[in-house]
């Protein structure tokens, strides 16, 4: 809502555009299949995220195309290739600038929808090449709240020099946060929270076998972490570390734009 009211006091939206986009914040009925959050992102930051898992793969194009057409964009998770081929008209009639790729992570936007720039910067690291597709949900999402990511890939504990080079970037960049995506025993968190002065994200993958297995171990390990200043979600859990990391960011942009 502060977003609205501020782009119509700077003449960036007309009264008749605000009034619409307010009315965007009631809850959108699609059928009496889903209830779309159209509001959330003017709300509170944070754009609403469609699951494709588990749902009947027609459902997900009628619940995206209401999502789109209510606020431009579409951003759908865990996107199965079968979901993907229903979803192609829709794709095809828009721009889809995220296609499936590793995340799983599809994101549509109508024709001419800009998105916008924040000013935060959020990196993303991952222990090993397995954590990549966790990572890179973390990274569509700051990236689709307007952050610039940074990433770098397979720098776990077991080879800890591969961590040093691209830390010394992101930190040279002056990140804001740092989502750190591992498996295993879930031991680069803790390792990374001692070396900087920014938050952590720790995101546990269920990348891992035998016993502790399915992400479990490294979940334990990153809620024991004995490293202050680092927080976790769950395990697989890219959205939300994304969406979390993209809130710290944005709000650590503001006060540099009016400091």
Excluded: W
């Amino acid at each position: 809502m502060r977003e609205v009211l501020r782009k119509l006091a700077g003449g960036e939206i007309s009264l008749d555009e605000a009034e619409e986009s307010l009315r965007a914040l009631a809850v959108e009925e699609v059928g009496t299949l889903a209830r779309l959050d159209v509001g959330r992102e003017i709300r509170h930051g944070i754009p609403e995220v469609i699951i494709a898992e588990g749902k009947p793969f027609a459902s997900i194009v009628e619940i995206a195309s209401k999502a789109l057409d209510r606020t431009g964009r579409v951003i759908i998770s865990r996107v199965s290739r079968e979901h993907l081929e229903e979803l192609e008209p829709l794709m095809a009639e828009n721009d889809s600038p995220q296609g499936l790729g590793v995340a799983g992570t599809v994101v549509i936007r109508k024709k001419g929808f800009k998105k916008r720039a924040t000013g935060g910067r959020v990196g993303i690291v991952t222990a090993g090449t397995s954590d990549i597709a966790v990572a890179e949900e973390a990274g569509v999402m700051a990236s689709e709240m307007g952050c610039e990511v940074t990433t770098a890939y397979d720098v776990g504990a077991a080879g800890i020099h591969r961590l040093l080079p691209p830390l010394k970037v992101m930190l040279e960049n002056d990140v804001d946060v740092i989502v750190v995506v591992a498996g295993r025993e879930g031991a680069l968190p803790t390792l990374l929270a001692g070396m900087v002065d920014v938050p952590l994200i720790a995101v546990p993958t269920s990348f891992g076998y035998g016993f502790g297995g399915k992400g479990v171990a490294a979940l334990m390990a990153m809620l024991q972490s004995c490293s202050l200043g680092l927080s976790v979600v769950n395990i697989d859990g890219g959205i939300p570390a994304g969406a979390v990391a993209a809130l710290i960011a944005n709000r650590a942009a503001r006060y540099r734009a009016v400091g």
